[in-house]
């Protein structure tokens, strides 16, 4: 578990350490083409900073354990005033243990996205003031380390959810498109939260546990158990999702991991991956055409 590598690594003589995220942004304003906005193409090494170096956590990460993610921010309008509308994506990995590989934690598509951002504007990050910018920065940083944590622990990213909670109530408060119980608003930040945060969905936050811990990170030693636990944890999910008023954040888990379950079970015995195949269609019928591969 993360805490427990955490605590050992900080009585370590002679380590670096550093910041919780390594996070690569990239803007695109193809849409936004006026010569007045072409400041916005240059910001994202600032962005990055601003990501990077800033303390998110009380942890103290070695470089290695640093939290990988992407940002893309699409400018989609501009006004005179620089208000700009946009959309965000974004997409964090976590290692696998006993490998060099990473896996896809969870990928977010937000656009609904209205900022002021004035040539020369500097970040300061503040969790208690509402910034039509950092705050939705600040919020997808919290909801990426609430999913990593609870990759590593059983409900382990709950501190996280609440950080991102609070920077949502402040942008209802204050009125900002994206924020609030609105049209659609399951299925933005107020409805991705919301659901992390209630205990109807705690069966997912404990898949997330099962499936880093007790599947991938022991596949290379034991796919067969590894199968066995991903089979469980699957029918976990079924039943978790026919009590569930939204299924949102079925989407966004099975967004991220819909083709790690098919190379989980491709090179099983077929009576595994039948059993798998009839599993994923019913909890994820949007993909069941990707799941066929499995067929024996």
Known sequence: MRHIYLILLAA?????FAQEMACDV???????????????????????????????????LQEHE?????????????????????????????????????????VLNDERWQFEFPRGKTLIRDDLQFDTFTSILDFYIYMILGFDFDSFSPMGGTDYFNKAAQIRELGEQEGAIGWGREIGSQRNRYGLVSDILNPTYDPLRQVNYEHHRQILDIFTMDPEAARTNALATLESLLDAKRLASSTYLFDVWFTAKAQEYISIFRDAEAQVRTEALI???????????????LQP
Do not use: H
Request: net charge negative; hydrophobic share 35%; proline share 4%.
């Open 12 to 16: 370590l003589p002679y380590t670096a």
């Open 26 to 60: 990239t803007i695109n304003r193809e849409q936004v083409t006026e010569n007045a906005f072409d400041y916005m193409a240059e910001i994202a090494p600032q962005l990055e900073q601003y990501i990077n170096e800033t303390s998110w956590t009380e942890y103290r």
């Open 66 to 106: 640093r939290v990988g993610c992407t940002i893309q921010i699409v400018l989609t309008s501009a006004t005179d005033d620089f208000v700009f509308g946009g959309q965000i994506v974004v997409i964090s990995r976590r290692p696998i243990y006993n490998t060099m590989q990473e896996t896809q934690m969870v």
């Open 279 to 293: 599993l994923l269609q019913q909890v994820d019928p949007s993909n069941t055409s990707k799941y066929e591969i």
